[in-house]
């Protein structure tokens, strides 16, 4: 395989090469690899859970357990003010 990187990307690894944390370009796009792999799975896992939520929220709704956007702004209004009176 065959890559061409921007004069950018190859001050990056020159810079991290100094560091001396890593010994050779492979190590360091092995890390960059690896952290990719990683936001890739976190990114995942939030999107699964997130879906999940949002499944739960729309079957509340459907069986009446919702309440309207004015109650619920109120409501957090409410909240606020009263977090804001505690800090006094």
């Known amino acids: 395989m065959s890559i061409i ?3 950018e990307q190859e001050q990056i690894i020159q810079n991290l ?3 001396g944390k890593f010994s050779n370009v492979g190590e360091v796009i092995q890390a960059a690899l690896s952290l990719l792999e990683q936001e890739n799975l976190s ?3 939030w999107l699964d859970e997130t879906r999940t939520l949002v499944d739960e929220g729309i079957a509340s709704l459907e069986r009446g357990e919702g309440i309207d956007g004015e109650t619920f702004v109120n409501q957090l209004l409410t909240n606020l003010q009263q977090v804001k009176e ?3």
Request: glycine share 0%; no cysteine.
């Open 86 to 88: 505690s800090e006094k």
């Open 17 to 19: 090469l100094a560091t």
């Open 5 to 7: 990187l921007t004069s």
């Open 43 to 45: 990114y995942q896992v």
